[in-house]
Each structure stands twice: as structure tokens, then as C-alpha cells.
Nanobody, 125 residues
């Protein structure tokens, strides 16, 4: 079992920045690829970014590429999402997730076995 706990969400003005963290339990964090997803009211959960188990490969949704950066610290069992130049359309609940598939290739939520409880990000215009 892997438990995930997100933190760092909040209210920010457009153009501002936030850094989300996702702390995980267990000794096998380095064997999981990690992803960040988000879900806005009335919309389906969507892919934001993924990172491979080693951290060597990442993928981003077109809507966030160049503004968001995913990273991980395997020594701290934590994955991060640095969000810059935030826009009102980034408003959503952000979830981190883990998959044993290890590659950053997998961007569909169905591939992820473990999920955090989510953290709210609200960007005001």
C-alpha cells in the first residue's frame, strides 16, 4: 500500500505561483512513477504532469507546459508540482497519484493505483 498526502494548495491571484507537495508512505517510492492530475467542477479528471520513477523523464499537458514543473526527491519520498504564471483556468482540485508502471509515459488516470485526497487550488482573476 502507498498512501499519498498533498499539501500546498490555496488561493492565489492570476500570474502568481504555488508549489504543491505530495508526501508518500512506504519504502518503495522510488519504484513508482508519479503523476499530478486535476479536476475542475463539472469536468473530468485530467492529466497535468507525470514523472518517471528515477525522475529522469517527465511529461506535461499542453495547457501547463512551460509554466508547471514536476520534480521528485526519492530520499524524502515526495513529489512536487511548481506552478508559475497561474491562470484562472488552472482552478481545480489537484491530486497526486502513483503507478507501479515506473514510466512517465502513462498519462491516463486509469493507470494509477494510488491517489491522494486532493488539494484545492483557486486562481482569482
Amino acid at each position: 500500500q502507498v498512501q499519498l498526502v498533498e499539501s500546498g494548495g490555496g488561493l492565489v491571484q492570476a500570474g502568481g505561483s504555488l508549489r504543491l507537495s505530495c508526501a508518500t508512505s512506504g519504502r518503495t517510492f522510488s519504484r513508482y512513477a508519479m503523476g499530478w492530475f486535476r479536476q475542475a467542477p463539472g469536468k473530468e479528471r485530467e492529466f497535468v504532469a507525470t514523472i518517471s520513477d528515477s525522475g529522469g523523464n517527465t511529461r506535461y499537458a499542453d495547457s501547463v507546459r512551460g509554466r508547471f514543473t514536476i520534480s521528485r526527491d526519492n530520499a524524502k519520498n515526495t513529489v512536487y508540482l511548481q506552478m508559475n504564471s497561474l491562470k484562472p483556468e488552472d482552478t481545480a482540485v489537484y491530486y497526486c497519484a502513483a503507478t507501479g508502471l515506473r514510466s512517465a509515459y502513462y498519462t491516463a488516470p486509469i493507470y494509477y493505483n494510488y491517489w491522494g485526497q486532493g488539494t484545492q487550488v483557486t486562481v482569482s482573476s
